[in-house]
């Protein structure tokens, strides 16, 4: 059979594999399509219906990468398991005072307060804060979920303007932006006075819009990271690039991809000693990757189910301690 477009071969094969069918000969495939074929199959059991769209999505941007053009932003891309306006893995901050420290995102970070659930006691059960093109996520801490000190990569158009206010309204100065950081970005530190640290840095060849890197990366310091790429693997789908390691192995800096969202990673060493973050992330199946998650070793915490606010979450913990929610948009008030 003659091939078509990329996108017509791409469903005439997903089809095929998806009714259990025997799908066209890998001989009548692309290289790169023939490539990824054995994974879908592994994959086509997965229980919820909206599975062949996502699978469909993530098989054209690896095709599209693997033919050698640049993937399509994420705006263009099918991201229909991701709560609207929320592109990114969105730290989630869990602090005594939340109500102060909403104010302290806006004024350092010219954030935009999103969302606002406050409890009758005046504290705030959950508020979103946009940054850029990014979304963090914050609450006030209690038994269940107690206060962590986290640390945060904003990547922001001018570094020292976004330090200097950090500064003015009670940030403790690290080190201000200089150039000679080792990515080569301009790279400054600074703790809040809720103890997170935050990274202040702006890339080299900066664009700044929505489709430029995403301002809010949680970064992570870990003993043994690299053990984090293959449980990140195989847990939550996930996919590393940029990975930079020492001589003898040690994993200097990394980035790690799920669902086209991002965090990233080193070792932990001298004043960066690990700590245990929130992280809040949208993936296509939420009860898929929960037990995936649970069966690459880690703890599941709260099942998969629907909750009021429209996603089908869950949350685990991963073996260096973190807490992932999961999520997967269902629409407006699902239950």
Partial sequence: ????????????????????????????????????????????????????????????????????????????????????????????????????????????????????????????????????????????????YPSRPMTTHLYVPDADATYARALEVGATPVHAPTDEHPSGDRWGEAKDPFGN?????????????????LTVQPYLHLRNAHDMIPFAEAALGAHATGVHKSPDGIVRHATIEIAGATFEIDEAQGKAQPTQSYLHVYVPDTDAVYAQAVSAGATGVNPPQNAPYGDRAAAIQDPFGNTWFLATYLGPSQT
């Fill in 1 to 144: 059979m003659p091939k078509g477009s990329p996108g017509v071969e791409l469903d005439r094969a997903v089809d095929a594999m998806l009714v259990a069918l025997q799908p066209e000969p890998e001989t009548n495939l692309s290289p790169a399509l023939a490539q990824l074929m054995p994974i879908a199959r592994a994959l086509r059991d997965l229980p919820r219906p909206d599975f062949k769209a996502a699978l469909k999505s993530d098989l054209q941007r690896r095709t599209t990468m693997n033919e050698g053009t640049a993937p399509a932003p994420e705006s263009s891309r099918t991201a229909h398991f991701r709560r609207p306006n929320f592109p990114n893995i969105a730290p989630y901050f869990l602090v005594k005072g939340a109500p102060q420290f909403v104010d302290f995102l806006v004024a350092a970070f010219e954030g935009t307060e999103r969302i606002r659930v406050p409890r009758p006691d005046g504290s705030i059960m959950h508020a979103e804060v946009a940054i850029g093109n990014s979304v963090i996520e914050l609450g006030d801490a209690n038994e269940q």
């Fill in 197 to 213: 640290t935050w990274y202040i840095a702006t890339r080299k060849g900066w664009v700044a819009g929505p489709e430029g890197v």
